[in-house]
């Protein structure tokens, strides 16, 4: 299984940082999943759920309530809250 480097931050907060087999978050233009070497992009962020599937297995969930941003680039995502 390919995976890629998620690092999740508020302002003061690390919320997640890792390696990931996949994300989805709630985009302003819609739902979306990043896979390991996807194109790079930016993309605004809306209020809705997170869903990460780590590399070890583990599932996490939680909200953003606030919206956010989220960067993909060299096999990495890094997520503003």
């Not at 996490?60 to 960067?71: D, K, P, R, T």
Request: hydrophobic residues 45%.
């Amino acid at each position: 299984m390919s995976t890629f480097h998620l690092t999740v931050a508020r302002v003061g907060e690390s919320v997640f940082d890792g390696d990931v087999s996949h994300i989805t978050l709630p985009g302003t233009d819609g739902v979306f999943t990043v896979l390991a070497h996807h194109e790079p992009f930016v993309s605004p962020l809306k209020n809705g759920e997170v869903h990460i599937a780590a590399a070890d297995g583990k599932k996490l969930h939680f909200e953003i309530a606030h919206g956010g941003v989220a960067e993909v680039s060299s096999n990495q995502v890094t997520v503003l809250l």
